[in-house]
């Protein structure tokens, strides 16, 4: 059986056609939602390599935390121990909040770049979308 091959979206030219700027050498672009296949422009920002890797790193470790709560192994831990993971946690949580502040600013610089009336356009078209779909899951 012949596979049938996927379509592939060029998100960094919807990135630039959107914006009408080039990305920059040595940027990506982020799904926000985490999403590959949804290419509207307020999912996509452009960050530099190495801040989209320290998002990347941070959220998974965050994600960790945050999702785990305690592991059966953890709940044996001794007082000290549980602090540490407790400490550590709190430590993921306040560097992914840094990392999303700095990403923030790039989601900024997009919402600039492709200005406030197509701004409003996008959000109303994406607003539509969500009611005829019937609404976020």
């Known amino acids: 059986m012949k596979k049938i091959p996927k379509k592939v979206?060029?998100?960094r030219k919807i990135y630039e056609q959107e914006t009408g700027f080039p990305i920059p050498?040595?940027?990506d672009v982020h799904h926000i939602d985490g999403d590959r296949a949804n290419n509207n422009i307020l999912n996509l920002v452009a960050l530099p390599s190495e801040l989209h890797q320290q998002y990347h790193n941070v959220a998974k470790n965050e994600c960790y935390y945050s999702n785990s709560g305690m592991k059966p192994e953890e709940e044996q831990m001794t007082d000290s121990e549980g602090g540490r993971f407790y400490d550590e946690a709190i430590n993921e949580l306040i560097k992914f909040q840094e990392v999303h502040r700095q990403c923030r600013k790039y989601v900024d610089v997009r919402n600039y770049q492709?200005?406030?009336e197509r701004m409003h356009q996008l959000k109303g078209d994406?607003?539509?979308?969500?009611?005829r779909r019937g609404g976020v899951k």
């Open 25 to 27: 050498e040595g940027w």
């Open 9 to 11: 979206v060029n998100y």
């Open 126 to 131: 994406l607003l539509r979308e969500i009611i």
């Open 114 to 116: 492709i200005g406030e």
